[in-house]
């Protein structure tokens, strides 16, 4: 065999050996995800005797967003905030930014949703029984629901740029699965409490392993300040109800 040919040849046996072991399976290991706990608790210095039980406390959000990287946002959506019995239903909703949120109005009389909050500012004006308006969150944020003609309405809306959130339940207990792990900023919404209290809350945590208890989150006493209507104003006794 010529000199040239023993060289392909050996070139063809050693990119033939090299080649399963180009794809050879990855043994790096997978990324854990946590489950995320933690647990809402009333306010530290509330009398013992006046102390809220689980299942009285109000409702409440904890989000994470990482420090480490920019994760994509979760795809938005289509939600529904209904009108009925002068009420929205349901009372607190979170979205994904971007998500647009229909107001349906149910009730057999106008209504005049309005929010003058950083989340959303918007006022869909007055709209009719059967009728419906809605509203793209288009930023995140908390936007404080109201009806300009019934002061007992109200509602919350918050949009997020992340998927790492959890509701409180009935007890006051968090979940957020599916944590991968890292360094994340804990954001705290709890209805009723004024934002530098809320601000406060704000912590950074690190995550790792399979479970992290985040502890208790304690609430603050109330605000119970009313809001006011879109004019900023109080709101003016209707001395002759039709509904």
Request: hydrophobic fraction near 40%.
């Amino acid at each position: 065999m010529s000199h040239a040919r023993l060289v392909q040849a050996i070139g063809t046996m050693i990119l033939t050996v090299c080649v399963p072991i180009v794809g050879a399976p990855n043994t790096t290991a997978p990324t854990l995800k946590a489950i995320v706990t933690a647990q809402l608790s009333p306010p530290r210095h509330t009398h013992s005797s006046r102390v809220q039980q689980p299942g009285n406390l109000p409702p409440a959000v904890i989000w994470l967003k990482s420090t480490q990287s920019s994760a994509t946002n979760p795809e938005p959506g289509n939600f529904t905030l209904l009108q009925k019995n002068k009420m929205f239903t349901p009372h607190l909703l979170v979205v994904p930014v971007g998500s647009s949120v229909a107001f349906p109005n149910a009730d057999p009389f106008f209504h005049n949703v309005f929010s003058l909050f950083d989340g959303r500012r918007f006022d869909l004006g007055l709209y009719e029984a059967g009728s419906t308006r809605s509203v793209v969150f288009s930023r995140e944020g908390v936007s404080y629901i109201f009806c300009n003609i019934h002061s007992e309405m109200s509602a919350v809306v918050i949009s997020l740029a992340t998927p790492l959130y959890a509701i409180a339940d009935q007890q006051g207990v968090f979940h957020i699965r599916d944590v991968p792990d890292g360094e994340y900023d804990l954001h705290v919404w709890i209805e009723g409490q004024r934002q530098n209290a809320l601000d406060k809350l704000t912590r950074h945590v690190h995550i790792t392993g399979e479970a992290v208890d985040l502890g208790q989150i304690h609430s603050d006493h109330p605000d119970d300040a009313q809001h006011l209507n879109k004019f900023g104003r109080p709101y003016e006794p209707d001395t002759n109800p039709i509904y």
